[in-house]
């Protein structure tokens, strides 16, 4: 009898302890949430983090404040979430670059491990780049461009070494069975200032950066990296239908936790993140910035996060790019 008391009254404090922790997770967030952006204001991370932390902060009922914490091409950032508190108030926005290229890129450098140090919350948005051209350049497709490749020099500019724009030019490069000179800048405005002034003729150019130039007539936008037509240009064909099958060149962003955070946290704030991403005056904004809403669930964001590691660490190792 005393036996049977003794298990009854484990089980009712397990049964407690149970109760307390489902209330707790079901009260989250009781106070600020704090987003993480790895790279400085007015960036494709920080724009989305911004569009998506000011609906947050109203369908969470606590703010949700942007921090901003540039350095490292998001190493310092994603170092940061990695080691906090697993417990839903400290979140990244993660890249491509710090969550996929960065780990090969920084080969025994880094002191985290983006797949075994975070959680996949939410796959934010897609953005493509478009491959671009000076207008001067004498081809008007890919193939054209390949050609042109193939019997004459030609150098690509990007915003940096390792960059999603490099990296790009790398993949393209191979597939095409070409070799166009890497000229990497201090970002991507200083690129565009030499492809407008054709002191580089090809660049795997940001759409929003991009447009109003090919809108101009004085650059060419030939094709889109992404697997699929982007909804913002659908007229530029991708890379992949002009002759390169099976080229994707993504440029994404997405939220990441600590790992072991909570996966009733996780949950909520991959319900609410996609509740924000379907509203329709995000979506406009979005579209402004050449984004593209992704969601989808935290396992399949982690299965593409590692998908695209393995690619990324290919064409890294392939073109022997390392850190600047």
Do not use: C
């Amino acid at each position: 009898m005393q036996l049977l008391k003794r298990s009854m009254r484990t089980l009712t404090l397990a049964m407690l302890i149970v109760s307390d922790i489902a209330a707790t997770y079901a009260q989250y967030p009781i106070k600020p949430v704090r987003m993480i952006v790895g790279f400085a204001a007015a960036g494709g991370a920080d724009v989305t983090a911004r569009s998506i932390a000011t609906k947050l902060s109203e369908t969470l009922g606590e703010r949700v404040v942007v921090d901003n914490r540039p350095g490292a091409a998001g190493n310092i950032a994603t170092d940061l979430v990695a080691k906090a508190e697993p417990d839903g108030y400290t979140i990244l926005m993660g890249t491509i670059a710090a969550l996929s290229i960065n780990p090969s890129l920084y080969r025994g450098k880094l002191s985290f491990d983006p797949i075994r140090d975070l959680e996949p919350v939410v796959q934010a948005v897609d953005s493509t780049n478009i491959l671009s051209l000076h207008a001067s350049t004498p081809a008007m497709s890919v193939k054209e461009l390949i050609a042109l490749a193939k019997a004459t020099p030609l150098n690509y500019g990007s915003s940096g070494v390792g960059a999603p724009s490099h990296l790009a030019g790398e993949l393209f490069n191979a597939q095409a069975g070409i070799k166009m000179t890497h000229v990497p800048y201090k970002g991507g405005v200083p690129a565009m200032i030499d492809l407008l002034a054709g002191q580089v003729q090809v660049m795997f150019a940001g759409a929003t950066s991009a447009l109003p130039h090919i809108k101009s007539g004085k650059i060419k936008g030939i094709a889109v990296t992404t697997a699929k037509r982007s909804a913002l240009m659908p007229a530029i064909p991708t890379i992949a239908e002009s002759g390169l099958a099976g080229f994707d060149a993504n440029n994404w962003y997405g939220v990441m936790a600590p790992r072991r955070t909570p996966r009733p946290i996780v949950m909520k704030l991959n319900a609410e993140i996609t509740k924000v991403l379907a509203m329709p005056d995000v979506k406009v904004f979005l579209a402004t910035q050449g984004l593209e809403p992704a969601a989808g669930s935290p396992e399949q964001f982690g299965a593409y996060i590692k998908s695209e590691t393995e690619k990324w660490g290919k064409v890294v190792k392939d073109s022997g790019a390392r850190a600047e």
